[in-house]
Structure formats: C-alpha cells, structure tokens
C-alpha cells in the first residue's frame, strides 16, 4: 500500500537554528499538507500547498515557516529560526480525491 | 467559524463493552467528516468518513459512524471493545470547496481488561 514517507523521523536542534523537514507524498496526489502536534494533544493545520504554490496558512505558519517541492517529489518544510516552542512533531499528509488525507509518521523536533 | 468539537478528553470502557466516541461539528454547506487514530509516537491512521450517502457508515477494525444533521454530530461507535483499541482518537471536517481539513482536540480512549 503507498504511503507518506517522512524524514528524519527526529531532529534535535540548538534554538536560532534552521531545520527542514522532508515528505515523500504518494505518488498522483495532487493536495500536500503540514501539520503540527505537540505533545500528543490537538492536530494543527499550518499549510496546504497545490499546483506548486500554497492554498491556505493558518496563523501559525509565519514568516519563519515556508514551503516548497524542490524537484517536484520532495515536499519540505523549513523553519528558519527556531524557537523553544516549535518543539513538536510535524506531520505531512497528502490527498488526491477521494476525501480522505493520507499521514506520514511524523518528524519529531526537539528544539533545546 | 467552521469547527469540530470533541466534547470528551477521555472515554473509559471495559473489554467487551460498546464504546462511543462523541464529534460534533459547526460548518457552513456539507461537511465531509472523518475519523482517524493514533497510537504512540505514529501518525494518524484514517478509520472512516462521511462524504453523502447512508448516514452509517463503517470503517477498519470494527469502527462505524453515524452523521446525524439534525444534532449536527458524527460519534464514533464499536459494538464490543478490544484493550487494542485503546488510542487517540481525532474527528475531523472538511466543508465545501476546501480541501483542508481541520481536527478536534482529540479524546483518549483506554479500553481496560
């Protein structure tokens, strides 16, 4: 069954730090997707990105985050400056049309 | 706002018990709503949706689901619980035109022997 490959699968960084964190969508999904959680509590939407160019941000996704596909399979996501706070786990989900996204396992980043 | 509410933080049943999960959700226009699980330390594994149709619908392990628009909810239900079926578990909605898709809080469920 295809699936949404994510590394690293966890990243320890010093705070002032860039991290970019990388997706491997399924293949023919048009839709890509970040999302956070921290702690093990509530799913955040940050970005949706399609046809090369983002859809939608929420207010978390500043001006430290961007997004990008760097040779049109990776989906990355970079964080230029971390803080203490982005310590989380970072999802990737994908979606083609059938209603449902599609996870990844996660990249864990500790910010210390 | 469009939203999606999990009223429960935690649902405790015994094995063997029925189990119900409650979501309830505020959109505007048709809601597509879902449900997905998570054990530790992995993503979220999807179970089920509604997009139209029969209001019931079934999904992995056992899972189903009721839309209910009136009462403008989708609570999670197993008929006999297993102790492996204890997880995180998140509703979540689509609405309309847009394809992003917006989770509730989550409510742990642990299914005790």
């Known amino acids: 069954e295809p699936e949404v490959t994510q590394t690293p699968s966890h990243q320890v960084t010093q705070m002032g730090q860039e991290v970019i964190l990388r997706c491997v969508p399924i293949?023919?999904?048009?839709?890509f997707y970040w999302y956070r959680q921290i702690l093990g509590q509530k799913v955040e939407f940050l970005v949706s990105?399609?046809?090369?160019?983002?859809?939608?941000k929420s207010e978390i996704f500043d001006d430290q985050f961007s997004v990008e596909r760097p040779d049109g399979s990776n989906f990355t996501l970079k964080i230029r400056s971390t803080k203490l706070e982005d310590s989380a786990m970072y999802f990737c989900?994908?979606?083609?049309?059938?209603?449902?996204?599609?996870f990844g396992e996660g990249s864990r980043l500790t910010v210390l | 706002a469009q939203s999606v509410a999990q009223p429960e933080d935690q649902v405790n049943v015994a094995e063997g018990n029925p189990l119900t999960v409650k979501c309830t959700y505020s959109?505007?226009?048709?809601?597509?709503l879902f449900w997905y699980v998570q054990y530790p330390n992995r993503g979220l594994q999807f179970l089920l949706k509604?997009?139209?149709?029969?209001?019931l619908v079934k999904g992995s392990y056992g899972f189903e689901a009721e839309f209910n628009k009136s009462q403008t909810s989708f609570h999670l239900k197993k008929p006999s619980a297993l102790v492996s079926d204890s997880a995180l578990y998140f509703c979540?909605?689509?609405?309309?035109?847009?394809?992003?898709?917006?989770f509730g809080a989550g409510t742990r469920l642990t299914v005790k022997p």
């Open positions: 989900a994908t979606y083609r049309d059938t209603g449902e996204l599609f």
């Open positions: 293949s023919n999904h048009l839709y």
């Open positions: 990105f399609y046809n090369n160019e983002i859809s939608e």
């Open positions: 959109v505007s226009g048709n809601p597509y």
């Open positions: 509604y997009i139209t149709g029969d209001n």
């Open positions: 979540a909605v689509r609405w309309g035109n847009n394809n992003d898709m917006r």
